[in-house]
């Protein structure tokens, strides 16, 4: 099922070049099946007329606080009652001040002080404006009364000046939406992950790795994210941007991943392994390259530490999950890793197309027995692992 079918969404757009993004955002909104009401102020209809907005969300546009299409003459009001949230993108530094001060003097102002929905905010401005302190105090009274603030983010500005003040892409401010309307159940506990593969060097030019992609760690720390959690990912070495908001620590070999581990595991409630941890590695690494010869090469291999059973050992052991991606014979491989590693849950795959793919069809073994989830795709997935979780931590304390 699409990501937002049935929900509406309140898109404000205020009057910054940005707007352009906001087209795309309506775009991704609707692709994702949420019904997308635009509101446009006057300078913001400056920038892209209506009739695009109206196009991409196939729903009329807002522009005016007098419209007499509702029937009750009262677009301010209606417009966010049953809405599952308000985003304005670009919110320029006025429109800002204005929320921060309870204006409503056109439709949009009125709109969101009318509002009974979340409010999200993304600014959009010149660094300069965004910096001083009257729209930084002005953002600050913002989140105080409660309102998301999205970015900005740093870079190029459409004036030609770089820094801070830049909106944040569409897919960011969508993602952030998303994330902002799933349920918080896990507000208040602390999440550890691992993620990717390792890589075991051989000499300074060659090593032992795998093609774990990173994908279902990343998007499992970010399905905790979005469940309220506090998360920490400890990454293999992997071409991924860790979600907002996710503390990440970057690690290389077995080694360094244990390390990374043990140094963050205080504290944490919950422990997830999803990284494809390298059983084995090089016996002592070459300090200089490995010349070619004619004679076979044997390289000695040793085994790593493992991560998991390690931390799920200690007496005071977070809730440990662990993942098994197995080729055969899933259950018996999934359960026993369950009872050797004396875990409360394993997120077992069997691996038809190798690792790595976009998809993930898991089933979930725990005491209570086996749980199959639902194909889809890996935060889908995730989110679905998350609220197993979560009932599973729910009825006691971790
Ligand atoms: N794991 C770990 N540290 C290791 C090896 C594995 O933390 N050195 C974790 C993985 O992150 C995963 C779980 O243990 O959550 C299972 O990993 P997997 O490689 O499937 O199983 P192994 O225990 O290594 O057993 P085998 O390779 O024989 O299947």
């Avoid at 419209?67 to 009750?72: F, L, Q, Y």
């Avoid at 990454?235 to 620590?249: K, N, W």
């Avoid at 944490?268 to 494809?276: D, N, R, S």
Wanted: with cysteine; hydrophobic share 45%.
């Amino acid at each position: 099922m699409a990501e937002l079918s049935g929900k509406r969404v309140v898109v404000g757009v205020t009057g910054g070049v940005a707007a352009y993004k906001a087209a795309e955002l309506v775009r991704l909104l609707v692709k994702a099946g949420a019904l997308v009401d635009v509101a446009l102020t006057q300078s913001g209809g400056r920038f892209v007329g209506a009739p695009t907005f109206q196009a991409l969300s196939g729903r009329p546009v807002w522009t005016d606080l007098w419209d007499a299409r509702p029937d009750n003459g009262m677009a301010h009001i209606d417009l966010t009652r049953g809405a599952a949230a308000c985003v304005i993108a670009p919110a320029t530094a006025d429109f800002i001040a204005k929320l921060a001060h309870g204006f409503a003097d056109d439709l949009l102002s009125t709109l969101c002080l009318a509002r009974d929905c979340p409010l999200l905010v993304a600014p959009a401005m010149n660094r300069q404006m965004w910096e001083k302190p009257a729209t930084q105090r002005n953002v600050a009274q913002l989140r105080s009364d409660g309102i998301a603030i999205l970015g900005p983010a740093s870079g190029e500005q459409a004036c030609g000046e770089e820094g801070l003040g830049r909106m944040l892409e569409a897919a960011d401010i969508f993602e952030e939406l998303v994330g902002s309307l799933q349920p918080k159940r896990l507000a208040g506990r602390r999440v550890l992950l691992t993620a990717g593969p390792t890589f075991e060097a051989i000499d300074p030019v060659r090593g032992i790795t795998n093609p774990s992609s990173g994908r279902m760690g990343f998007a499992l720390a970010r399905a905790f994210r979005d469940a309220g959690a506090a998360v920490t990912l400890v990454a293999g070495p992997v071409e991924l941007a860790a979600p907002r908001g996710v503390r990440r620590v970057d690690a290389v070999s077995a080694e360094e991943m244990r390390a990374a581990v043990l140094d963050a595991l205080p504290g944490q409630h919950i422990f997830v392994g999803v990284a494809a941890v390298a059983d084995y590695r090089p016996a002592g690494a070459a300090a200089h390259k490995i010349k070619k010869s004619a004679a076979p090469l044997t390289l000695q291999l040793e085994p790593t530490r493992d991560i998991l059973a390690e931390v799920a050992a200690r007496a005071d052991a977070p809730f440990c999950v662990g993942f098994a991606a197995e080729s055969r014979d899933l259950a018996a491989y999934a359960r026993r890793k369950l009872e050797e590693k004396k875990l409360r849950l394993v997120v077992g795959n069997l691996i038809q197309d190798g690792l790595g793919g976009e998809t993930n069809a898991v089933t979930l073994f725990d005491a209570a027995g086996e749980h199959p989830l639902p194909l889809g795709d890996k935060l889908n997935v995730a989110r679905d692992i998350v609220s197993h979780i979560a009932d599973m931590i729910d009825p006691c304390t971790v």
